[in-house]
C-alpha cells in the first residue's frame, strides 16, 4: 500500500508540472512604500553638503531676502528682521556629521571630526561658525538701519555661550536675543516664536522678514515676507 501511494503521488505531481493552463505563483520582488535606506539617505545629504551645492542654496535663498530688505527698509519707519539661529545664522555641520546625524544632547564633545559630540557640549564651546551668506547679509542690513533680532529655539541658560558664539562668529550690535524658557514645553517652535515677533512689533518695530530653517521657524504670521534656509539634516515641528 505504501508503495502504491507514492507511485500514485508521483503520478499527481508528474501529471501538474505538465498541465499548461495552471499559471505559475507570481513572485513578490518589491514591497510598496518601504521608507529609503537610511545608510543612502545620509550618504545623499552628507554629498549635499559636501559637493557645495548646499552653500548654492544656502547663498541663492539668502540673494533673496537681501534685495527684499534692501528694496524694503528705506520705505518703513524702524524696519526689523528676525533671525534663527542652529543652521540659518550659525552652522553645526560638524557636530551633525561627528554624529552620524543623530541627536546627543548629553556628554562630551572633545574628539572632533570623530564622535560621539553632546549637542550641550558642542554649543557651549563657541566653535559654530557663521554661515557666511547670512553674516553678509546681517552686516548689509544693519548699514541700513534695520534692527536684527535672534530668535532661537536654544534655552534661556545657555544665553552666555550663545552670545558669545554669535560675537566670535562674527555677529554684532544686535536689538534682541530671545532664547525658550527653560521650563516652556510647546508643540511646535511657532507656538514660541510667533509670540515673540508679535512682542517685537508691539515695541514698534516693523518685521520686514523672518528668516529661518524650519517652517515652525517662520509659520504664525508677524513678518511681511519668510524665508526658508535650506536644511535637509534634521527636523523640528
Known sequence: MIRKSGICLAAVVFLSGCDASIAPPAPVTQIPGVPPNLSYAKETVRKYHDSGRYDRDVRRLVSGAREWIRWEAPR????????????????????????????????????????????????????????KPMLELYREARKLGVAMFFVTGRREHERAATSANLTAAGYEGWSGLYLKPDGMRVSSAASYKAPVRAEIEAKGYRVIASIGDQMSDLEGGHAEQIFLVPNPFYFIP
Open 76 to 131: 518703513v519707519q524702524h524696519p526689523a528682521v528676525v533671525l534663527d539661529i542652529d543652521e540659518t545664522s550659525l552652522s553645526n555641520w560638524d557636530e551633525m556629521r561627528a554624529n552620524d546625524f543623530g541627536y546627543l544632547p548629553h556628554g562630551a564633545c572633545d574628539r572632533l571630526p570623530e564622535g560621539p559630540c553632546g549637542m550641550d557640549s558642542w554649543e557651549a564651546s563657541n566653535r559654530s561658525p557663521a554661515l
